[in-house]
Protein backbone atom coordinates (compact mmCIF):
# COMPACT_ATOMS: atom_id res chain seq x y z
CA UNK A 1 0.00 0.00 0.00
CA UNK A 2 0.82 3.49 -0.40
CA UNK A 3 3.34 5.17 2.83
CA UNK A 4 3.48 9.01 2.94
CA UNK A 5 6.09 10.47 4.49
CA UNK A 6 5.92 14.17 6.20
CA UNK A 7 8.69 16.42 7.21
CA UNK A 8 9.17 18.98 9.38
CA UNK A 9 7.29 16.85 12.36
CA UNK A 10 7.00 20.88 13.82
CA UNK A 11 7.53 24.23 12.30
CA UNK A 12 8.00 27.35 13.95
CA UNK A 13 8.33 31.02 11.50
CA UNK A 14 7.72 34.74 12.41
CA UNK A 15 4.73 36.43 10.92
CA UNK A 16 5.59 37.03 7.24
CA UNK A 17 8.07 34.72 6.70
CA UNK A 18 7.45 31.67 4.12
CA UNK A 19 6.71 27.96 5.20
CA UNK A 20 8.09 24.87 3.09
CA UNK A 21 6.23 21.01 4.58
CA UNK A 22 7.58 18.15 2.29
CA UNK A 23 6.15 14.86 1.61
CA UNK A 24 7.64 11.37 -0.25
CA UNK A 25 4.87 8.89 -1.54
CA UNK A 26 5.53 5.63 -2.21
CA UNK A 27 3.02 4.92 -5.08
CA UNK A 28 4.36 5.78 -8.55
CA UNK A 29 0.84 5.01 -9.89
CA UNK A 30 -0.73 8.38 -7.50
CA UNK A 31 -2.25 11.07 -8.98
CA UNK A 32 -3.85 12.82 -6.54
CA UNK A 33 -2.39 15.09 -3.13
CA UNK A 34 -4.30 16.86 -1.47
CA UNK A 35 -3.48 19.06 1.65
CA UNK A 36 -5.14 19.24 4.43
CA UNK A 37 -5.23 22.28 7.19
CA UNK A 38 -6.32 21.44 10.89
CA UNK A 39 -6.52 24.38 13.63
CA UNK A 40 -6.86 23.50 17.14
CA UNK A 41 -10.42 21.68 18.10
CA UNK A 42 -11.28 21.59 14.60
CA UNK A 43 -11.76 19.29 12.01
CA UNK A 44 -9.40 18.84 8.80
CA UNK A 45 -10.06 20.95 5.67
CA UNK A 46 -8.94 20.66 2.32
CA UNK A 47 -6.92 23.94 1.56
CA UNK A 48 -5.09 22.93 -1.34
CA UNK A 49 -4.93 20.05 -4.09
CA UNK A 50 -2.99 18.64 -7.02
CA UNK A 51 -3.13 15.97 -9.32
CA UNK A 52 -0.09 14.33 -11.13
CA UNK A 53 -0.85 16.01 -14.58
CA UNK A 54 0.59 19.94 -13.15
CA UNK A 55 3.70 20.53 -11.19
CA UNK A 56 2.57 23.26 -9.55
CA UNK A 57 -0.61 24.96 -8.31
CA UNK A 58 -1.17 28.57 -6.11
CA UNK A 59 -4.07 30.03 -4.05
CA UNK A 60 -3.28 33.58 -3.57
CA UNK A 61 -0.61 32.92 -0.53
CA UNK A 62 -0.61 28.93 -0.67
CA UNK A 63 1.41 26.70 -3.40
CA UNK A 64 1.58 22.81 -3.92
CA UNK A 65 4.54 21.70 -6.14
CA UNK A 66 4.93 17.98 -6.95
CA UNK A 67 7.83 16.09 -8.19
CA UNK A 68 6.39 12.80 -9.98
CA UNK A 69 10.00 11.07 -10.64
CA UNK A 70 10.79 11.73 -7.46
CA UNK A 71 8.03 11.29 -5.80
CA UNK A 72 7.42 14.22 -3.61
CA UNK A 73 5.28 17.37 -3.26
CA UNK A 74 5.71 20.19 -1.23
CA UNK A 75 3.31 22.55 0.27
CA UNK A 76 4.70 26.45 0.45
CA UNK A 77 2.90 29.58 2.32
CA UNK A 78 4.17 32.75 1.46
CA UNK A 79 3.95 36.05 3.75
CA UNK A 80 2.65 33.87 7.35
CA UNK A 81 0.02 35.52 9.29
CA UNK A 82 -0.88 33.97 12.80
CA UNK A 83 -4.18 32.39 11.73
CA UNK A 84 -1.70 29.83 9.94
CA UNK A 85 -0.81 28.02 12.48
CA UNK A 86 -2.36 24.52 12.71
CA UNK A 87 -1.68 21.22 11.89
CA UNK A 88 -1.05 20.90 7.76
CA UNK A 89 -1.46 17.06 6.70
CA UNK A 90 -0.05 15.81 2.97
CA UNK A 91 -2.08 13.06 1.78
CA UNK A 92 -1.88 10.87 -1.48
CA UNK A 93 -4.34 8.87 -2.91
CA UNK A 94 -4.25 5.12 -3.15
CA UNK A 95 -4.39 3.54 -6.25
CA UNK A 96 -5.88 0.65 -5.80
CA UNK A 97 -8.86 1.86 -3.67
CA UNK A 98 -9.12 5.41 -4.20
CA UNK A 99 -8.52 6.06 -0.39
CA UNK A 100 -6.45 8.78 0.79
CA UNK A 101 -2.80 7.81 2.94
CA UNK A 102 -2.19 10.86 4.67
CA UNK A 103 1.01 11.99 6.47
CA UNK A 104 1.85 12.63 10.18
CA UNK A 105 1.20 15.91 9.95
CA UNK A 106 3.32 19.13 10.49
CA UNK A 107 2.83 21.88 13.28
CA UNK A 108 3.05 25.12 12.30
CA UNK A 109 3.31 27.78 14.63
CA UNK A 110 3.72 31.29 13.06
CA UNK A 111 4.54 33.92 15.81
CA UNK A 112 3.63 38.06 15.45
CA UNK B 1 -22.65 22.84 11.82
CA UNK B 2 -23.74 21.39 8.09
CA UNK B 3 -22.44 18.85 5.75
CA UNK B 4 -20.72 16.37 7.79
CA UNK B 5 -22.09 16.34 11.54
CA UNK B 6 -21.33 13.32 14.64
CA UNK B 7 -22.75 12.49 17.42
CA UNK B 8 -21.88 12.54 20.24
CA UNK B 9 -19.23 15.05 19.88
CA UNK B 10 -17.37 13.82 23.75
CA UNK B 11 -17.73 10.40 24.99
CA UNK B 12 -16.26 8.61 28.22
CA UNK B 13 -17.25 4.77 28.56
CA UNK B 14 -15.91 1.93 30.65
CA UNK B 15 -13.94 -1.02 29.20
CA UNK B 16 -17.36 -3.28 29.62
CA UNK B 17 -20.03 -0.71 27.66
CA UNK B 18 -21.02 -0.98 24.72
CA UNK B 19 -21.70 2.31 22.61
CA UNK B 20 -22.27 3.78 18.80
CA UNK B 21 -20.70 6.65 17.08
CA UNK B 22 -23.20 8.07 14.67
CA UNK B 23 -22.12 10.07 11.47
CA UNK B 24 -24.65 11.79 8.99
CA UNK B 25 -23.82 13.70 5.44
CA UNK B 26 -25.91 15.69 4.13
CA UNK B 27 -23.63 16.70 0.86
CA UNK B 28 -24.94 13.68 -1.21
CA UNK B 29 -22.14 11.85 -1.54
CA UNK B 30 -21.63 7.93 -2.02
CA UNK B 31 -18.71 6.79 0.05
CA UNK B 32 -18.07 7.37 3.83
CA UNK B 33 -14.89 7.13 6.28
CA UNK B 34 -14.03 6.03 9.87
CA UNK B 35 -10.83 7.53 10.67
CA UNK B 36 -8.61 7.54 14.44
CA UNK B 37 -6.68 10.61 15.14
CA UNK B 38 -4.37 10.25 18.00
CA UNK B 39 -1.09 11.46 18.73
CA UNK B 40 1.04 8.17 17.92
CA UNK B 41 -0.96 8.17 14.35
CA UNK B 42 -2.79 11.59 13.30
CA UNK B 43 -4.83 10.31 10.58
CA UNK B 44 -5.37 6.31 10.26
CA UNK B 45 -7.67 5.07 8.60
CA UNK B 46 -10.18 2.38 9.71
CA UNK B 47 -13.24 1.80 7.55
CA UNK B 48 -14.41 2.74 3.80
CA UNK B 49 -18.26 2.62 2.43
CA UNK B 50 -18.22 2.78 -1.03
CA UNK B 51 -22.46 2.93 -2.14
CA UNK B 52 -23.09 1.15 0.78
CA UNK B 53 -20.66 -1.07 0.53
CA UNK B 54 -17.40 -1.91 3.10
CA UNK B 55 -14.44 -1.95 0.95
CA UNK B 56 -11.40 -1.64 2.88
CA UNK B 57 -10.91 -2.59 6.65
CA UNK B 58 -7.82 -1.85 7.78
CA UNK B 59 -6.53 -4.65 10.25
CA UNK B 60 -8.74 -2.74 12.87
CA UNK B 61 -9.47 -4.67 16.44
CA UNK B 62 -13.22 -7.01 15.90
CA UNK B 63 -14.30 -4.39 19.13
CA UNK B 64 -15.06 -1.98 16.36
CA UNK B 65 -17.82 -2.91 14.07
CA UNK B 66 -18.70 -0.13 11.29
CA UNK B 67 -22.28 -0.26 9.79
CA UNK B 68 -23.66 1.34 6.98
CA UNK B 69 -27.30 1.18 6.79
CA UNK B 70 -27.64 3.82 3.36
CA UNK B 71 -25.69 6.41 1.91
CA UNK B 72 -26.22 9.45 4.48
CA UNK B 73 -25.38 7.50 7.79
CA UNK B 74 -22.34 5.95 8.87
CA UNK B 75 -22.18 4.29 12.45
CA UNK B 76 -18.85 2.82 14.77
CA UNK B 77 -19.95 0.17 16.98
CA UNK B 78 -18.24 0.10 19.80
CA UNK B 79 -17.77 -3.03 22.56
CA UNK B 80 -15.51 -4.08 25.36
CA UNK B 81 -12.65 -1.42 24.36
CA UNK B 82 -9.35 -1.07 25.57
CA UNK B 83 -7.79 2.58 27.09
CA UNK B 84 -5.55 2.81 24.26
CA UNK B 85 -8.59 3.02 21.86
CA UNK B 86 -9.44 6.85 23.62
CA UNK B 87 -8.43 9.36 20.57
CA UNK B 88 -10.62 11.24 18.23
CA UNK B 89 -12.61 9.69 15.88
CA UNK B 90 -13.14 11.38 12.26
CA UNK B 91 -15.86 10.74 10.00
CA UNK B 92 -15.28 11.96 6.75
CA UNK B 93 -17.32 11.30 2.96
CA UNK B 94 -16.51 12.05 -0.44
CA UNK B 95 -18.17 11.72 -3.99
CA UNK B 96 -15.98 8.62 -5.62
CA UNK B 97 -17.69 9.30 -9.29
CA UNK B 98 -16.21 13.18 -9.28
CA UNK B 99 -13.80 14.77 -6.91
CA UNK B 100 -11.61 12.85 -3.97
CA UNK B 101 -11.86 15.66 -1.64
CA UNK B 102 -12.95 14.29 1.57
CA UNK B 103 -15.25 16.50 3.60
CA UNK B 104 -14.61 15.42 7.31
CA UNK B 105 -17.03 15.77 10.44
CA UNK B 106 -16.34 17.41 13.68
CA UNK B 107 -15.18 13.99 15.10
CA UNK B 108 -16.16 11.98 18.81
CA UNK B 109 -13.53 12.81 21.34
CA UNK B 110 -13.48 9.16 23.02
CA UNK B 111 -12.58 8.37 26.33
CA UNK B 112 -12.08 4.67 27.27
CA UNK B 113 -11.72 4.46 31.27
Known amino acids: GENVEQHPSTLSVQEGDSAVIKCTYS??????FPWYKQELGKRPQLIID?????GEKKDQRIAVTLNKTAKHFSLHITETQPEDSAVYFCAALNSGYSTLTFGKGTMLLVSP | ETGVTQTPRHLVMGMTNKKSLKCEQHLGHNAMYWYKQSAKKPLELMFV???????ENNSVPSRFSPECPNSSHLFLHLHTLQPEDSALYLC????????????FGPGTRLTVT
Open chain 2, 92 to 103: ASSSRDSSYEQY
Open chain 2, 49 to 55: YSLEERV
Open chain 1, 50 to 54: IRSNV
Open chain 1, 27 to 32: DSASNY
